[in-house]
Structures are given as structure tokens and as C-alpha cells.
């Protein structure tokens, strides 16, 4: 990272008083122009301002930070010559953002990190499909942009793989391209963008009631927690809050939806290091736990639950089902969790493998169970009022490794199954999940941010809305810095922890590509 | 008695072997899973039959790891540009006879997802298919009773060749 140039720099105290001093521009965002942006940028990184994301709308680069970590502020600034002044030099975490604006838009971060496509595999209809005139693209196929070392830093007995996920047990995983030597990698890169769907593109111009099925399909696994963060986007932008009883219904589809990924990702993992007894006994209480969803709420993965103001009704016939959850769920994880510690050698196998330190996840902006896992003290559920501080004590750990980050897995499944248990058993009547939509879209026009703390973490969306059309539309899944972090991490560790590594990040491809 | 057996008697009741049911006495059906332009949904649910909460063995299919062995292609997600590369040379891969399935509503382009940069609207080649599996995303128990159900329709599927 670039050092600082102290003559000109802003000290972490006055950066967003800088800032506010601004031409503000709707809720969010304030105008800045091109020289004040070049001085800015080296104030960068900033305690008091952590890079969000990073995206182009008509002419201008628009850059949401969040000012002490939680409230969103916003920088614009006119593209020069299709240019702008990159922030990746100061801020990592903004590199996959800036990838992508080339990928879409064509748009060049001056003394950008990296600007290799980040998604655009070489084979979409056009080149910079977003522009509103897009240019056909010829078959370029930049599928093997992988960084190449040179020839001078090759090392003797150097191996290059590419693993595809063609394969069923990789179904859901990226391309990779690893080099090898004596069973170390040296190079590790991962190619993103194979399940792409144009979703943000198709989003733009449509009428907002009709987004909701698009949003449902960005990620299946995390697919609650996008509907809340968009369905808190427009009430955000219509000024209005849903009611409590709403509020805390999403709280149990949310945490409902968090047990069963980590479910998954912890029986993938161990079913890949072969502990079945551990793997097994995890799969079948997901299974359970996903028919019970089916039963209550009518779909195994709770799409369709969430809407503007308002949360799905429970079938009539299951409402005594919930009032608690199935009793071989917790069973069969209270088993599961038993073996993980008493299995031989299985805590020493996970301990110290792809460590992801303090500052790396600060750098990448990594949060979620991964970043909690180093050391960062992120949940982005304690700031809202829904939650219950007691709900949530801090549970951070400091190894990084596979361990801590599995440990904090499993301590994630129980706070959620003490979440869903006292919601269920104390606090509900049977008219909780009555369908309480209300006009909450009266008010057409304006901005709005959405934020909820989905599977992989804090997971934002920005949407300006002009006449009940979606005019812009942004999306901050946690899954892409996650991705960009754990290529970095698998340098120098060993080929034979790759797997499980990979598998301890649990699924970002469809976070990713969507 | 096998734990798992233990476990799905004691959780689900008596599993029903369905070997005898699904007729597929001279070709066994071999399924690759490829996902194009998916959610995770489909391609999940099918994994799921690999796990301890079904027993895949006793269903008269398998999910092979290898093309090679492949004799069915079960394509999940919308069919997108990225992805039709792979496609194409998964299928040329394939030895004959050989046949497609389609699992979900996207597969079959009759999911949410419309026409862009990205996504071509058209359904992979009917002809090749011999299933379509419904559902947004089907459960495991529909993917397994659909293929069971193809199965039992004769020793070997009208559309494999």
C-alpha cells in the first residue's frame, strides 16, 4: 500500500467533516470534484470511513463508505475521459469493485491495483453490456486471464493447475488456477463470473413491486437475507418502518436461514475430510430443518416470504408447529457438536490452516463469521432495534484459521436456534406472521439503503427510485471481498488443506456471480 | 445396521428400498450435474441426495464425478452465455448413449430470469432431453420421484440414445 502524503492528507477526524462540507446530492451522496477526489483519496484508509462499494451511475463513479461503521456517506465524482481516480492503491477492499466496472462499464481506475476482468469471462453478448449503447463483443474468450509469474520468478518443479467445477462435488465452486511446487502453492487465483445471470441489469427500469423474484433468485442460501435488505432499501426510501410484530418475524426466516447454511457448510466440510459421523448427522438435521420451512412456510428455502412492510403468513394448519422447532433438530446438532470435539485429531487437523489475519480482513473488508473469525468485531444485527443485545454477546476469535472459523459456526447455529426459540415460545402470538402489507410505497421517488446481516455477512443494497421505477440499483454481497480474500490466503498454504479451506468459506459463487 | 440406516429409520420411519421399483435392469442411469446460470437452489437439493438424509444407492440412479461415465447430463440454471462453452464440451464429452435432464424452472426457461448480455432465452435441446423436473427449486424427494418415475417406464428411457 502507498504511503500517505501528510502535507495534504485529512487526519481520520476531519475526513468526514470534509466531506459534509460538500454540495450534498439526495440522501446519501455528496458532489466532489476531480482535483478535491485526488486529495481525498490519499487521506484514505480512514478509521472513522470504511470502503462499502464502489459502482458507476450515468456519468459519475459513486463510492458509499459507512462512517463509523454503520451509517452509509456517499461520494460523487464526474468520470474524466471515461477515468476516474482509483481508491484500490489505498483501499484492496475496493479492488474486485473496480474489476467490475471495466467489466460493465468500460470505466478505468487511474493507477488501479488490478483491472483484469473480474467477471467477464470474454463470451457476453457485448463488451461493457451496462453503456447505453453497448458494442458487440467479439469472441474474445479472456477465460485464462490468470496472472502468470514470470518466467525469471519460476520456480524449479513448478506445477500449473486449473481446476474447473465441472465435476458435481465442485458444482458450486470458481475456476482455479494454482501453481504449484513440492505440494506448496505459490500462485492462487480464482475466476468468478461462469454463473453470471445479468441480474442487477434486468433489476434497472423495472417497477419495484416486480423485483421481488429476481432478488429471491440472486442466492438461494442467503436468499432471506436479500429480501430483507432490499424490502429495507425501499421502506427506507418511502421513510417508513414495518411493524414489530414484521420486524421480528423476518428475525426468525433470517435465522432460520443462517442454521441451515452453516448446516450445510459444516457437513461439506467434514464430509470432506471423511467424518461422516460428524457430516451425517448434520445433513439429516437440515433436511429436517428445510421440511419444517416447507410445512410452515410454504417453500423448503423461504423464498417468497418477505415483501415491502410486511412478512408471509404461516399456514393456518402449522401454527402450533411453530411454536418450537422440531426436537431431532436440535438433537441430532447437539450430537454433531459433541463429536467435533471428542473426534480424534479433528480440532488439530483445522487448527492453524488458511489463516486470514486481523489486518487482511480489515483490508479486504471481510466480515461475516469469516472476518469475526480474525478478530473483527462486526455483526451488523446489534444496530437494530429488533435485536436484543443479550441475543448477540460478542463471539469473535483471533486464530483466523479453519478452526476458529468453524468453532464460530457452530456458536453462530446456537445463538440462532436461542434466537428462534425465544421469538417462537415467548414473544408470538398467532397473529405475527399475519400479512400485514400496508402501502409502503406510496412515496415513488427518493433513495434508500438496505442493510441486513445475511450468511457471509453484512450484505447492502442501494436503490434510487424515480417514479416507482428502479432508476439505480447496487449490490454489496459480502461473498465478493470473501472471494478476493481467499485467493490472497491461499498462497503458500499447502495443496492438500485447499479443500478444506475453500470449504470453511462455505459457497460466494452465486454471492459473486449474481 | 448401518448408522445412517439407524438414523433415517429412527428420524423418517422405514426407508423403502426402491431397487426392485425403478425397472432399470440394462441401463443404469449415470448423472452428471453441471450448473449454468444458477441460484445454488437446484444444484443443492440434487447434492442433498448424496447426503446421509437420502439413500441415493437404493434409488436405481447415481451421480457420477466423471463425464466419462456419464450417460445422462442434468443441466440446473438458466443457459447463459459463460457457461455454454463448458456445456457444449461436457456434451461432446459424454460417451453414447446419452441423454439430458433438465431440473428446475430455469433450466427449462421458464424461470424469472429474462433475455440479456448474458442469458440466452431458449431451453437446451428438447430433443436430447428425456426429463424435465419442476420446481423452483424441486425438493429432493420430486428429483427422485421424477427420475424413479422415468425409470419405471421402461428398461431404457425412451429418449436416450
Not at chain 2, 13 to 28: R, S
Request: proline share 4%; with cysteine; glycine share 6%.
Amino acid at each position: 500500500m502507498r504511503s500517505r502524503d501528510s502535507t495534504t492528507v485529512h487526519s481520520d477526524c476531519k475526513i468526514i467533516e470534509a466531506i459534509r462540507k460538500l454540495p450534498q446530492e439526495g440522501k446519501f451522496f455528496f458532489r466532489i470534484e476531480e482535483k478535491e477526489w485526488f486529495e481525498l483519496v490519499r487521506s484514505l484508509p480512514s478509521k472513522k470511513l470504511s470502503f462499502l462499494m464502489l459502482w458507476c451511475h450515468a456519468n459519475d463513479v459513486q463510492i458509499l463508505f459507512l462512517e463509523n461503521g454503520y451509517r452509509p456517506i456517499g461520494i460523487k465524482v464526474a468520470l474524466s475521459l471515461n477515468r476516474y481516480q482509483a481508491i484500490s492503491p489505498f483501499l484492496p477492499a475496493a479492488i474486485p469493485y473496480e474489476r467490475m466496472l471495466v467489466d460493465f462499464l468500460g470505466k478505468e481506475g487511474m493507477n488501479a491495483v488490478d483491472l483484469r476482468p473480474w467477471i467477464d469471462r470474454g463470451y457476453w453478448e457485448y463488451t461493457w453490456p451496462w453503456l447505453d449503447k453497448p458494442i458487440l463483443s467479439h469472441a474474445k474468450n479472456t477465460n485464462d486471464n490468470f496472472e502468470e509469474l514470470s518466467d525469471s520468478s519460476k520456480m524449479k518443479g513448478q506445477i500449473d493447475l486449473k481446476i474447473t467445477s465441472n465435476d458435481c462435488d465442485r458444482a458450486l465452486t470458481p475456476v482455479w488456477h494454482l501453481s504449484l511446487t513440492n505440494d506448496k502453492i505459490i500462485q492462487a487465483e480464482s475466476l468468478y463470473g461462469y454463473t453470471h445471470r445479468g441480474i442487477l441489469s434486468s433489476l434497472r427500469g423495472k417497477n419495484i413491486s416486480e423485483c421481488m423474484p429476481s432478488i429471491n433468485r440472486i442466492n438461494a442460501l442467503d436468499n432471506v437475507a436479500h429480501q430483507i435488505a432490499f424490502s429495507h432499501a425501499i421502506e427506507d426510501m418511502a421513510g417508513r418502518v414495518p411493524s414489530r410484530p414484521v420486524l421480528q418475524g423476518r428475525i426468525i426466516l433470517l435465522e432460520l436461514s443462517r442454521m441451515s447454511a452453516y448446516l450445510l457448510y459444516l457437513s461439506q466440510l467434514f464430509e470432506g475430510l471423511q467424518v461422516k459421523l460428524l457430516s451425517s448427522r448434520l445433513e439429516i438435521a437440515r433436511e429436517l430443518l428445510m421440511r419444517w420451512c416447507h410445512d410452515c412456510f410454504g417453500h423448503r428455502w423461504l423464498m417468497e416470504c418477505i415483501d415491502f412492510g410486511c412478512v408471509k403468513s404461516v399456514k393456518p394448519k402449522h401454527r402450533q408447529d411453530l411454536k418450537r422447532l422440531p426436537y431431532k433438530i436440535k438433537q441430532l446438532y447437539d450430537e454433531a457438536k459433541a463429536l467435533f470435539q471428542e473426534f480424534p485429531d479433528l480440532v488439530k487437523r483445522l487448527e492453524k490452516i488458511g489463516i486470514l489475519t486481523y489486518e487482511q480482513a480489515l483490508q479486504f473488508n471481510v466480515g461475516g463469521v469469516i472476518g469475526r473469525a480474525s478478530g473483527r468485531d462486526l455483526d451488523i444485527r446489534r444496530y437494530a432495534d429488533e435485536y436484543q443485545l443479550e441475543w448477540l454477546p460478542p463471539c469473535n476469535g483471533t486464530g483466523g484459521d479453519v478452526l476458529t472459523r468453524v468453532r464460530l459456526y457452530f456458536h453462530e447455529i446456537d445463538n440462532s436456534l436461542r434466537i428462534i426459540d425465544t421469538l417462537l415460545y415467548g414473544l408470538y402470538g398467532d397473529d405475527t406472521f399475519k400479512n400485514c402489507k400496508e402501502s409502503f410505497t406510496e412515496k415513488n421517488s427518493g433513495e434508500g439503503v438496505g442493510v441486513c446481516e445475511g450468511i457471509n455477512g453484512d450484505l447492502w443494497y442501494y436503490v434510487s427510485v424515480e417514479k416507482g421505477k428502479i432508476d439505480d440499483i447496487f449490490i454489496r454481497d459480502p461473498a465478493t471481498n470473501q472471494a478476493f480474500a481467499l485467493q490472497q490466503i491461499m498462497k503458500n498454504t499447502l495443496w492438500h488443506d485447499w479443500d478444506l479451506i475453500q470449504s470453511s468459506f462455505g459457497i460466494l459463487v452465486t454471492g459473486v456471480d449474481f | 445396521m448401518s448408522l445412517t440406516k439407524a438414523l433415517l429409520h429412527s428420524i423418517f420411519g422405514y426407508v423403502q428400498v426402491l431397487d426392485p421399483l425403478t425397472g432399470a435392469k440394462n441401463i443404469p442411469l449415470n448423472i452428471f450435474p453441471l450448473a449454468c446460470g444458477d441460484c445454488g437452489g437446484c444444484i443443492l437439493e440434487l447434492l442433498a441426495l448424496k447426503g446421509a438424509a437420502f439413500n441415493l444407492s437404493s434409488y436405481g440412479f447415481s451421480l457420477v464425478h466423471h463425464l466419462e461415465s456419464a450417460n445422462a447430463l442434468l443441466v440446473t440454471g438458466v443457459l447463459n452465455r459463460s457457461m455454454l462453452p463448458s456445456l457444449e464440451q461436457s456434451w461432446a464429452t459424454m460417451r453414447e448413449p446419452k441423454a439430458i435432464i433438465m431440473l428446475g424452472a430455469c433450466a427449462s426457461n421458464k424461470g424469472i430470469f429474462e433475455k440479456n448480455y448474458t442469458i440466452l432465452n431458449k431451453a437446451i435441446n428438447t430433443h436430447d432431453c428425456i426429463l424435465n423436473i419442476e420446481g423452483c427449486p424441486p425438493a429432493p424427494k420430486d428429483i427422485v420421484e421424477s427420475i424413479i418415475k422415468l425409470l419405471q417406464n421402461g428398461s431404457n428411457p425412451s429418449g436416450l440414445r
